[in-house]
């Protein structure tokens, strides 16, 4: 078993304070502070859902067309104008404003495609765990490409153990994405299945255990991940994070270097994971 590494990261929870949301409302808010998520929120609706999945089937062939795997669809918000106009469309600006605060910024994003018949599991983790930030108030947006159940693999949640703090973790290596397992994971509350239609999202706090099953079906199972911080959150390897979109607000802080211009066009031509590629390959990117 091992324990969580002391560093000197802030892997805390603090519980959002919003006396005036724009688009949540107070239940929202505070069932994000109790249990740590808040499912579902639509986004897209049947015929934008339906434009979406068509494109990531192009994302997806094109990827390991270029050698990669269906996990590699990796970081082409800041060369795609399509994923960059979802990661900043107006409805999940304003959940994450009214989460967030009024100066945060996205650092990452990642479609995690589990094909058909799939045989990898998630482990449960907790995101922070693999991240080398400070402190630990990212914010995951996981939009359902797919229709997402529990026969595809839907995400897991245990409720509420986004404020327990840091937890012992084991290393797994057979059939698994990632790496790390939280041991005994289930003891630490209610285990509830991510139900989505394509076009809604979820979001959970970096520190709420979560995973996912193999996907023994014959559907695929796609959600894009997007990752949002408060302009405070810093990073502690120089460079580290994707391209960065100033989203709203302010950089008091300039933590993260410069923001990204809305891509022209769709650059799928080069795999985005093969800049940096030393700092951003860890376990957690292949997720």
């Known amino acids: 078993m091992s324990a969580p590494a002391e560093t000197e990261r802030d892997l805390s929870f603090e519980p959002v304070v919003n006396d005036n949301p724009k688009l949540l409302t107070q239940a929202q808010i505070a069932h994000f502070n109790e249990k740590g998520y808040i499912v579902p929120i639509d986004v897209f609706g049947t015929y934008q859902a339906n434009e979406i999945r068509t494109y990531f089937d192009m994302l997806i062939e094109k990827t390991m067309e270029l ?8 970081g082409y918000h800041g060369r795609c104008q399509k994923l960059f106009d979802m990661a900043t469309n107006w409805l999940v600006m304003d959940v994450m404003g009214d989460l967030l605060g ?24 907790q995101d922070a765990s693999y991240w080398p930030l400070t402190p630990s108030r990212t914010i995951t947006a996981w939009l359902a490409i797919d229709d997402v159940d529990v026969s595809n693999a839907a995400m897991k949640y245990i409720t509420g153990s986004h404020t327990l703090g840091h937890l012992p973790f ?29 076009g809604q999202m979820t979001v959970h706090s970096d520190m709420l255990i979560h995973g996912s099953e193999a ?25 580290w994070g994707q ?5 709203r607000g302010k950089d008091e802080f300039g933590h993260w270097g410069k923001s990204i211009p809305r891509p022209a066009g769709d650059d799928v031509t080069l795999p985005p994971w093969s800049f940096k590629k030393s700092e951003h390959k860890s376990d957690e990117d292949k997720k």
């Not at 050698?67 to 990796?74: F, I, L, N, R």
């Open 67 to 74: 050698g990669g795997s269906a996990y590699d669809v990796h």
């Open 102 to 125: 009024p100066n945060f910024l996205m650092w990452g994003s990642h479609a995690f495609n589990k094909l058909p018949g799939d045989p990898k599991t998630v482990p449960w983790h």
């Open 170 to 198: 084991e290393n797994r290596t057979e059939n698994v994405v990632l790496n790390q397992e939280v041991t005994a994971a289930e003891k630490y509350g209610e285990v509830v299945d991510i139900v989505l239609k394509a």
């Open 215 to 239: 996907n023994v079906s014959d559907r695929r199972r796609c959600g894009l991940t997007m990752r949002y911080a408060p302009t405070v959150v810093r990073p502690l390897r120089e460079g």
């Open 243 to 247: 391209a960065i979109i100033l989203c």
